[in-house]
């Protein structure tokens, strides 16, 4: 439970040479079990349930999440606030930086996608649309409207501290993206089962600022599955993968794809 986490951290802030700087990372793991929320109390749970009923009836419009959802989301905002706490507490606020996010979304979209559970299906914007709040001295008050990425937080991360990021690194700063022509931003998926990338079925998502398209790549064949036109459609609910429309970009991406198949077979041989 997040309260463990906190603890944990807590102690190890408490221990810690104050003279080093350091790098934690914290993995809330409540909301991926937000299902067993009512089989699973403490005293934690029972303390917040009331409020965190409320909020969860009254904070997002009905449809954005299952109410046991939005509750165990309520109870892990309270958790974040103590986060904060702990570092007013051990003097940490006027120099380190604090990055929130999360792996992936969940299925706040329209209803009966009838994707299920499989996560190489979920490529519509509510699986891969996520927070990314930094905050910290220094760190404008600005939001970012560009295409961004997971990617780009290491380098986010090097750029604050006044450090340049490797060769290796595949993103880019998102304070220096206005400054930048992002094309796309990826999403990769392997399924179930070992990552195997020379041998298993491999899954892409291909986002632009208007577009969206999914590709499966089984053994050596690539195959468009889904494409969205995201200006016309927001909400990904109608498929032109067989629709003859942008042959050329679409062609143009196809090729992207496969050098990133042919990149990831070759380096897991």
Known sequence: ??????????????????????????????????????????????????????????????????????????????????????????????DTILVITSDHGADAGPPLRGVGSEMSQRFFDEFLRVPLIITGPDIPNIEINSLVSH??????????????????????????????????????NAGNGRCDFSEKPLYFGLRTVDSKLVYEAISSKITEREYYDLAQDPLEQTNLANAEREIEMRKHQLGIVSRRVAELRQANK
């Open 1 to 94: 439970e997040m309260p463990a986490v906190n603890d944990q951290f807590d102690k190890f802030l408490t221990r810690r040479n104050t003279d080093q700087p350091f790098f934690a990372f914290l993995h809330y793991f409540d909301l991926h079990e937000a299902k067993t929320l009512l089989s699973t109390w403490s005293l934690w749970k029972l303390k917040n349930f009331p409020a965190s009923v409320r909020n969860a009836r009254h904070d997002r419009p009905h449809g954005q999440g299952g109410l046991l959802y939005d509750v165990s989301l309520s109870m892990i905002d309270r958790e974040i606030g103590r986060l904060f706490d702990l570092f007013g507490r051990h003097r940490l606020t006027e």
């Open 151 to 188: 990617l780009d937080i290491g380098p986010t991360i090097l750029d604050i501290a006044d450090i340049e990021s490797p060769h290796s690194f595949q993103g880019n700063s998102i304070f220096r993206q206005k400054n930048l022509s992002v094309p796309h931003v990826w999403s990769e």
